[in-house]
C-alpha cells in the first residue's frame, strides 16, 4: 500500500525557515518523480515544486521561487521542502504527492498534509 | 506558465442529475495533459480522470473526460451523494510551470 506521511509543519515566525519531510513507502520510490502541493485556508490547489527521481530536474512556482528548496534521498525514501524568509501567505496545509508514472504524469497519491503557519 | 479557468464556481444540483465542469486553459495543453481531482472536506485530493478522458483506478464510469486543446470538460451523469466536493482541473505537460484551476463546488441544491 502506498503511503505518504508529512511532517515537520509547525507555527513559525515571518522570516524564520521550516524543513518539511515526507516519507514514502508501498513503492519504488526513485522511479517517481514527486511534488509538494499547498493549500491555504479555504483556498484552492497550488503546485509549489518537484523534483524528477533522480533530482536532475526541478521546478518552483514562482511565488515559492529563490525561497524554497526541494530535495530527496531516495536510500532513506524521502522528500523535503526547506523553506525559508516565510511569509505570512505561505500560511497553508503541505500536501507531498506522487507522480503517476515514470514519465509525465498527474499525481496518483497524495499524503494527508502537513501545516504550516506563518505569523508573528 | 499556462493558466487554467474552471467554470462555474459553484454548481447547485440535485442527486440524480447530470454535472458539466469546464476547464479553460490559456494555451494549448500538450498532449492533453490534464487532469481531474475530487475534494472533500478535510481529506486529500483524489485522481479522477488523466489525459482528458482515461479514468483512474477504481473510479466509477460515472464520472467521464473530454477535450484537448484549450477547452476540458468533466460530466458526472448522475450525481451521486458521495459526489458533492470540490473538482479541480490541472494541467501537467509543461514542467516545471504544473498549475491547477481555481476549482469547482458541486453542491446540493
Known amino acids: 500500500e502506498v503511503q505518504l506521511v508529512e511532517s515537520g509543519g509547525g507555527l513559525v515566525q515571518p522570516g524564520r525557515s521550516l524543513r518539511l519531510s515526507c516519507a514514502a513507502s508501498?513503492?519504488?520510490?526513485?522511479?517517481?518523480?514527486m511534488h509538494w502541493v499547498r493549500q491555504a485556508p479555504g483556498k484552492g490547489l497550488e503546485w509549489v515544486s518537484g523534483?524528477?527521481?533522480?533530482?536532475?530536474?526541478?521546478g518552483y512556482a514562482d511565488s515559492v521561487k529563490g525561497r524554497f528548496t526541494i530535495s530527496r534521498d531516495n536510500a532513506k525514501n524521502s522528500l523535503y521542502l526547506q523553506m525559508n524568509s516565510l511569509r505570512a501567505e505561505d500560511t497553508a496545509l503541505y500536501y507531498c504527492?506522487?507522480?503517476?508514472?515514470?514519465?509525465?504524469?498527474?499525481?496518483?497519491?497524495w499524503g494527508q498534509g502537513t501545516l504550516v503557519t506563518v505569523s508573528s | 506558465e499556462i493558466v487554467l479557468t474552471q467554470s462555474p464556481g459553484t454548481l447547485s444540483l440535485s442527486p440524480g442529475e447530470r454535472a458539466t465542469l469546464s476547464c479553460r486553459a490559456s494555451?494549448?495543453?500538450?498532449?492533453?495533459?490534464l487532469a481531474w481531482y475530487q475534494q472533500k472536506p478535510g481529506q486529500a485530493p483524489r485522481l479522477l480522470i488523466y489525459?482528458?478522458?482515461s479514468r483512474a483506478t477504481g473510479i466509477p464510469d460515472r464520472f467521464s473526460g473530454s477535450g484537448s486543446g484549450t477547452d476540458f470538460t468533466l460530466t458526472i451523469s448522475r450525481l451521486e451523494p458521495e459526489d458533492f466536493a470540490v473538482y479541480y482541473c490541472?494541467?501537467?505537460?509543461?514542467?516545471?510551470?504544473?498549475?491547477f484551476g481555481g476549482g469547482t463546488k458541486v453542491e446540493i441544491k
Open positions: 504527492a506522487k507522480e503517476m508514472t515514470t514519465t509525465v504524469g498527474p499525481f496518483d497519491y
Open positions: 508501498g513503492f519504488t520510490f526513485d522511479d517517481y518523480a
Open positions: 523534483i524528477s527521481w533522480n533530482s536532475g530536474s526541478i
Open positions: 494555451q494549448s495543453v500538450s498532449s492533453s495533459y
Open positions: 489525459g482528458a478522458s
Open positions: 490541472q494541467q501537467y505537460g509543461s514542467s516545471p510551470g504544473l498549475t
